[in-house]
């Protein structure tokens, strides 16, 4: 009898401390999800004890402000895009994550100074560097295959339908890129009336051509049945769908526009040091190398690029594939947050009247 | 029963009492009384429910449209001193300080944010400024007009300031004005907002042209569909209802994405007249991605909210009535006319009314197999609740678009009576 109720009470405070330490992680779902899930979560567990329960939205970052705003916070950890991570610290609506409190590259290097450019905020940790690039089918193109973001808007040299993401967002950039401006004055010519009608103007010649999608699955889907025969595409998408699927897919770097995807606490976080831990845990060198195991997107960190190995398919060399490679980088885009918290509104307001007329 | 009562009162033989002696008359009013209270606690649980998840939520979306105090909260000071100062007034010195004072305050709150977010709207292109004097607010000192013009020579703009002023109020008709492509300007005038920036009217206008073409062909194609149903022998028109209802009982996203399959360049009905050689392989329909497809997809998930109100009314008429005028010597046009669809009008109206409402603020079809041209307004209200975050402008449209419904249904029942209405 004294026997049972130990093995009760204890068997009690075991159910409690694990109702107690677990935490709820939103992100985008998908196969980002699944290796989020593998790389992060799961060995998060095996090493704290503590539980990940993990749920999708579409972009955690609205239902994330309508938590906060509501003061009834149901996550802990949340996977939003830089400009989302900026606007959302700015608002106030974010705990804040010392850089000091994650761990330093296995050399010794402080975060700060491991993680790239732009990864690392006052409320945000980067993960991942996802970007958005020019794809075709090969068996469209079988002599001269388009090379540069140029030929995408070629028409006459590549004949074929186009499909671009509904969103002025990376079109813009990707139109002046295509009309010949280099990845390094991009922003400075938008942020000119000039420059906006120069990207308007690029876009209004290939207009009739183009099939505009809004969800992550689209382009690969629209690329696979034919409709079109190039498209902006996530990297990852693309990568998935040639790797996994062999389709005849190719990925075109020059001209690519990359952002972080970065982890934030929300205020009001119910478990907030064991956020903090997991945060720590999962943005450190290690995880995040293991994530490229995958998914096609490279790591926020400097010190994870050397951990990078082959695909779950065992073959697949990652790091060509990564958007951080070298190679991949000659004439590439950082997304900037700066330019589009000040321009959403407008350029937004702008590209939903080009389309509707 | 009240007539009964006061009947009965007005007998000679004297007022009419209970076994107990009360006037009949009390008392049946309070056992009336105690009837209703009962009814009423029976349905108090709806109105709760329908009152916390539905009536409260959308009047506080609702009232996110004239109300954002996302400067006014958070600028208090600088707030007042717009409100003591006459419109047009320049800033001087303490309306500098006012702004120092608020923006350091506001940087220790981490609200800067949410302050340039509020004015970014108005005038695009500020946020930053906020954001980045914020940032430099702490080390502010008198004067603090060469502190702040030093940390950023914009401040100096009087549009700055003028579009500071609209954002000091907390109410404000601006989301409502940018939601019919109009705008303040500086001096608080309502001028049309710049032409490559118009497009909510075009929107709202395409919306209800595209709802109302879908209620017409949705209406086409059910009528008949529905007489078939309410005529046939029974076994056969179960049969049929089961066709009509499987659709209506399948995902809306299975149904959209099936359109895609079948209309789509290289789809199901491309390839069979390519096939048939209908069309030459070059010369393949665009079908989805555009009004067109829109159009489609939309009548084809409507069209049941048609033909079950339109099955309903026509069930109940009895064939006779058209045999009747057709031996009175009318033609079958005359007896379709004037005799059968006088009495269809009842679900004729309630189907319309259905579809249409729904057609205008469908959102998921349109943003699927719409691309640029098959975009409806409720597109535009859900990229500013997900992508822009802009609720305020969100809940503008919305209201403009509930009100445009509304509007409609009050003509509706003047001109056919809302009683006229039989939705089954």
């Keep these: 009898m004294k026997t049972a109720l130990v093995l009760s ?52 970052a609205t239902p994330l402000k309508a938590m906060v705003e509501a003061n009834n916070v149901s996550v802990d950890v949340a996977d939003v895009n830089t400009s989302d991570a900026v606007r959302l610290c700015d ?45 075709y089918d090969a068996s469209k193109f079988p002599d001269d295959k388009p090379a540069t973001i140029g030929d995408f808007f070629d028409t006459a040299k590549f004949p074929g339908k186009r499909a671009m993401w509904k969103s002025a967002k990376t079109t813009l950039e990707m139109a002046l890129m295509g009309d010949g401006v280099p990845a390094a004055e991009v922003y400075d010519v938008l942020g000119t009336p000039e420059g906006v009608e120069r990207a308007f103007a690029k876009l209004d010649s290939v207009k009739g051509q183009i099939v505009w999608w809004e969800a992550g699955a689209q382009p690969v889907q629209l690329l696979a049945d034919g409709e079109v025969a190039m498209t902006t595409a996530y990297n990852g998408r693309i990568f998935a769908a040639a790797v996994t699927e062999n389709k005849p897919f190719v990925a075109i770097w020059d001209g690519q526009v990359y952002e972080y995807d970065l982890f934030v ?89 080009w389309l509707a007329n | 029963m009240a007539d009964a009562t006061a009947d009965l009162a007005a007998e000679p033989t004297g007022r009419l009492t209970t076994a107990d002696g009360r006037p009949l008359k009390t008392a049946l009013a309070r056992a009336q009384a105690r009837a209703r209270r009962r009814a009423f606690l029976l349905v108090l649980p709806l109105l709760l429910f329908i009152l916390v998840t539905f009536i409260v939520p959308i009047g506080q979306m609702l009232h996110r449209s004239i109300h954002n105090d996302g400067f006014s909260a958070n600028m208090p000071l600088l707030s007042q001193w717009f409100a003591r100062t006459e419109p047009g007034t320049a800033p001087d010195e303490a309306a500098y300080a006012a702004l120092a004072a608020d923006l350091q305050a506001a940087a220790k709150a981490k609200t800067v944010g949410v302050v340039g977010t509020r004015v970014n709207y108005e005038m695009p292109g500020t946020r930053s ?35 500071m002023r609209q954002v000091s109020q907390a109410y404000s008709p601006n989301f409502f004005l940018a939601a019919v492509d109009l705008a303040r300007d500086n001096e608080g005038n309502i001028v049309q907002a710049p032409p490559e920036r118009r497009v909510y009217l075009m929107l709202f206008q395409r919306t209800f042209l595209i709802a109302g073409l879908i209620t017409v062909l949705c209406l086409l194609l059910g009528f008949p569909v529905a007489h078939l149903l309410a005529t046939l022998p029974l076994r056969a028109s179960n049969l049929l209802m089961i066709l009509v209802l499987l659709p209506f009982w399948t995902s809306l996203l299975v149904r959209t994405t099936s359109w895609i399959v079948l209309l789509q360049g290289q789809g199901v009905v491309n390839n069979t007249l390519v096939a048939t050689g209908l069309i030459t392989d070059q010369n393949r329909m ?42 009175l010597g009318a033609s079958s046009w005359t007896a379709f006319r004037r005799v059968y669809l006088p009495q269809t009008l009842p679900g004729i109206g309630a189907g319309a009314l259905l579809v249409f409402i729904l057609g205008v603020g469908y959102y998921i079809t349109p943003a699927l197999v719409g691309g640029a041209s098959g975009q409806l307004i409720s597109n535009l209200i859900a990229f500013h609740m997900q992508d822009s975050l802009n609720w305020s402008l969100a809940a503008a449209l919305a209201a403009v678009l509930l009100g445009l ?17 039989k939705l089954g």
């Design chain 1, 9 to 60: 009470s204890a068997l009690t405070a075991v159910a409690f401390a694990a109702s107690a330490e677990e935490i709820t992680v939103m992100s985008w779902g998908g196969a980002y999800t699944v290796s989020q899930v593998e790389a992060f979560h799961k060995p998060f567990t095996a090493a704290t004890g503590i539980n990940v329960i993990s749920v999708d939205a579409d972009n955690p």
């Design chain 1, 91 to 135: 608002e106030g609506q974010l705990e804040e994550i010392d850089p000091a409190s994650l761990p330093p590259a296995p050399d010794g290097t402080p975060a700060t100074e491991d993680f790239l450019p732009g990864a690392l905020s006052d409320c945000a940790v980067g993960n991942i560097v996802y970007s958005m690039v020019v794809a």
């Design chain 1, 265 to 353: 606490i929300p205020k009001g976080a119910a478990n907030l040091e064991a956020a903090k831990k997991f945060v720590a845990f999962a943005t450190g060198t290690q995880p995040l190398a293991d994530q490229a195991k995958w998914i096609s997107y490279g790591p926020a960190r400097k010190s994870s690029g050397p951990l990078v190995g082959l695909f779950q398919d065992g073959k697949t060399e990652m790091a060509p594939h990564m958007p951080t490679a070298a190679a991949n980088l000659t004439n590439a885009l950082p997304s900037s947050y700066e330019f589009w918290v000040d321009h959403e509104a407008e350029l937004a307001e702008r590209f939903n009247a």
């Design chain 2, 129 to 163: 400024l906020f954001t980045s004097t914020g940032r430099k607010a702490r080390g502010f000192e008198p004067p603090y007009r060469e502190a702040i013009l030093q940390a950023d020579p914009k401040w100096a703009d009087p549009t700055l300031w003028g579009t």
């Design chain 2, 286 to 327: 665009q079908m989805i991605y555009n009004q067109t497809g829109t159009i489609i997809a939309m009548t084809h998930i409507l069209l049941p909210f048609m033909i079950l109100p339109l099955y309903s009314v026509m069930r109940p008429i009895p064939p006779t009535y058209v045999r009747a005028a057709r031996s």
């Design chain 2, 405 to 421: 419904v509304l509007i409609l249904y009050w003509l509706y029942d003047r001109l056919v009576g809302i009683d006229n209405l």
